[in-house]
């Protein structure tokens, strides 16, 4: 245990670090303390749980929106300049396969955020576009988008602007085209369909303005020309492959690894988000996936689409229990509103999570997390829409100022247990 002053003091805490931080004097009200150097004094990668006292956003963090709320800190109080950002490291096949684009997406967000003290906002425009407002997560994460983009970035409320795409994407094409004429200087966009991505860029790029995917992946090959053909356009989001390897994880951590019969094999309905999505792809991939590559037998009894939807879920659910009874031992939802909605069917034929079947899902919605503590789910995901939000916010700014953005930034998930699901509620409240 070290303290430096000036520098972040991280105490390992089984998986967890803790974070405290020094006083410095600064000009900028509410934010009287404040982290000046963000180091890793070991050097080693590890989940962060930070917690930033007196500061408008009390929320304790993950370590992107840490290293975020850092730089931001640093540059509203005139700070250095040499901030090393802490980095987040999930397990370590998820290390591989996110590190290096999570330190992508840290550093963008760190010099982003600097950028924001001398990039004057106040008149900026940013035209956010959601594929619909009816869904849990992403009114999360909007909440937090524009929440960051006025508070904390100190754009005008009534320069952000949020659309609801409402599932069209002609409707949200029309919404695009109207944010493009009335000449707003930057677009957050999470697109309806992922696969419009090559036209709105090209209507964007016509027009000069910047554009900040997130939530719905474009495809590798328009990340790609984004970069060969020098354009101002990005993408934020997490790797589902992370998440659904955490779901199978999670089953793999049970006392029989989902084989609750012992008949040799873990047998599964799967269901899942709007499959267009490359979220709902992976993760019904991945969470398999975890279970295979440790040697278990698998049985799928039913995939069906839920479409991200709560109520829907549970009538698959439900007939899917009705038909397989006893015999399904593990339901794998895409995210946590469909394990909502599969848990009412799970009690209405009076089965018991953790004693009879297992349920996981995605995404860390507070009631999920408290089924996790009271063990009427499984386990869940962190799918970070303060992390997610902020970066895009930080590289919306980025590209303000003029400069290059990275055409993938990658926020990491993180897995939620009955082990940390009450320090993740107590983040998420
Ligand atoms: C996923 C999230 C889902 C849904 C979807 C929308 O990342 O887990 O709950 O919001 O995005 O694209």
């Not at 590890?46 to 009390?58: A, E, H, S, V």
């Not at 975890?290 to 698998?298: F, K, N, P, S, W």
């Not at 063990?375 to 869940?380: D, L, R, S, V």
Request: with cysteine; charged share 25%.
């Amino acid at each position: 245990m070290r303290f430096v002053k000036g520098e972040i003091w991280l105490q390992k805490k089984g998986a967890y670090a803790i974070i405290k931080n020094s006083m410095e004097k600064c000009t900028k009200a509410g934010y009287n303390e404040l982290i000046v150097k963000g180091k890793c004094l070991n050097g080693q990668n590890y989940f962060l749980n930070g917690r930033i006292q007196n500061m408008r956003m009390t929320k304790k963090v993950t370590a992107m929106a840490l290293a975020s709320m850092m730089a931001l800190s640093l540059a509203g109080c005139g700070g250095s300049s040499s901030t090393t950002a802490t980095t987040a490291a999930a397990t370590e096949a998820a290390k591989e396969t996110t590190a290096a684009a999570t330190e992508a997406a840290k550093e963008a967000a760190t010099t982003a955020a600097a950028a924001a003290a001398t990039t004057d906002v106040a008149d900026k425009k940013v035209g956010i576009s959601i594929y619909k407002f009816d869904d849990n997560f992403m009114t999360l994460y909007r909440t937090e988008l524009v929440r960051y983009l006025t508070e904390d970035l100190g754009f005008k409320a009534e320069n952000v602007v949020v659309q609801d795409g409402k599932g069209d994407q002609a409707e949200q094409t029309n919404q695009i085209q109207n944010f493009i004429t009335q000449k707003y200087d930057v677009l957050i966009l999470n697109l309806v369909q992922a696969s419009s991505a090559p036209e709105i860029t090209d209507m964007c790029k016509e027009a000069g303005i910047p554009v900040v995917y997130i939530n719905r992946e474009p495809d590798a090959t328009e990340e790609e020309r984004w970069e060969s053909e020098g354009l101002n356009a990005t993408y934020v989001g997490c790797d589902a492959r992370q998440s659904g390897t955490y779901q199978g994880e999670e089953i793999l951590e049970t006392a029989n690894k989902g084989d609750i019969n012992s008949d040799g094999k873990v047998s599964y309905i799967m269901i899942q988000g709007d499959p267009e999505n490359v979220d709902a792809q992976y993760r019904t991939e991945f969470s398999v996936k975890a279970l295979t590559d440790a040697g278990m037998e698998v049985e799928e009894l039913l995939k069906q689409r839920g479409d991200w939807d709560q109520a829907k879920a549970q009538q698959i659910a439900q007939d899917a229990l009705n038909q397989y009874g006893d015999k399904i031992e593990v339901i794998f939802c895409n995210n946590d509103a469909m394990a909502l909605g599969a848990l009412q069917a799970i009690e209405a034929a009076g089965r018991k999570v953790n004693e009879d079947i297992y349920l996981v899902g995605v995404d860390a919605l507070t009631e999920a997390v408290q089924n996790v503590i009271d063990g009427k789910q499984t386990g869940t995901v962190f799918n970070n829409h303060f992390a997610q939000a902020q970066a895009a916010s930080d590289i919306a700014v980025k590209f303000l100022s003029g400069e290059k953005v990275d055409a993938v930034n990658m926020v990491n998930y993180e897995k939620v247990t009955k082990d940390n699901a009450q320090e993740i509620l107590d983040m998420l409240k």
